[in-house]
């Protein structure tokens, strides 16, 4: 089993190289690609020195311009060569130490798809009650027009296997990633389960870069990839 982890990096100088030695340190075989984003602070230049001396593992994508979280996934989407892909974020919000966890489903031959769960079961930190809301409300409403019972959709802890992964054809470019791939994995009827992992939030002060309107606009993906796409 081989395993692909794609992360999308946007302006994370402070996290990236910390978060590249803990994907390193997960006990499988795995390619890591990385997509740059077009970051503005530095990022880029330590990314590059990190896939210079990690040639046997890493492989980086430079975009010239930003596009988005969903575009750096969907570039990743091209180079992978693995069993497994897992999208990982690039700013230690999730812990790579979950992987087993994330993986077990798929490897037990049982999932197709699995997602994290930050609400329960595992250690979170407590943040904003409206994101909270917001998420549940989101999470709401794709289960009610995909007729699944998920409890975080917009979770950034997604698995899948090579195969099933590879026969979306997913046009997002920013965060509208989690809702389309959501939707079409339902589509697809395949086997979806959830397993609690850790998640360590941070305030925008610390650089969370999602924000209301990308809630909004969740909404309009959701409905989007359900009813016309």
Not at 70 to 92: N, S, Y
Not at 186 to 210: D, F, N, Q, S, W
Request: overall charge neutral.
């Amino acid at each position: 089993m081989k395993l692909s982890v794609l992360i999308p990096v946007y302006n994370e100088r402070d996290t990236v190289e910390l978060l590249l030695k803990r994907v390193e340190a997960a006990p499988y075989e795995k390619e890591i690609i990385l997509v740059d984003d077009a970051s503005t602070d530095g990022t880029r230049e330590i990314l590059t020195r990190l896939a210079r001396d990690h040639r046997d593992q890493v492989r980086l994508i430079l975009h010239p311009d930003n596009r988005g979280k969903g575009a750096a996934i969907r570039t990743a989407i091209e180079h992978v060569t693995g069993d497994i892909v897992i999208i990982q974020d690039a700013d230690l919000e999730y812990d790579p130490q979950d992987y087993p966890k994330l993986l077990e489903p798929i490897l037990d031959g049982h999932a197709d798809v699995v997602f994290g769960n930050r609400f329960h079961g595992g250690p979170h930190r407590v943040l904003y009650f409206w994101h909270s809301v917001g998420n549940r409300l989101l999470t709401t409403l794709c289960n009610i027009v995909t007729n699944l019972n998920l409890s975080d959709m917009e979770v950034g802890y997604k698995v899948f296997r090579s195969e099933i992964l590879q026969r979306l054809r997913l046009k997002s470019n920013r965060f509208g990633i989690e809702p389309e791939l959501t939707v079409k994995v339902a589509k697809l009827e395949c086997r979806i389960y959830e397993v609690p992992i850790a998640y360590h939030g941070r305030t925008y002060a610390e650089g969370k870069k999602i924000g209301w309107k990308d809630g909004i606009a969740a909404l309009y993906y959701i409905l989007r990839f359900r009813l016309f796409d």
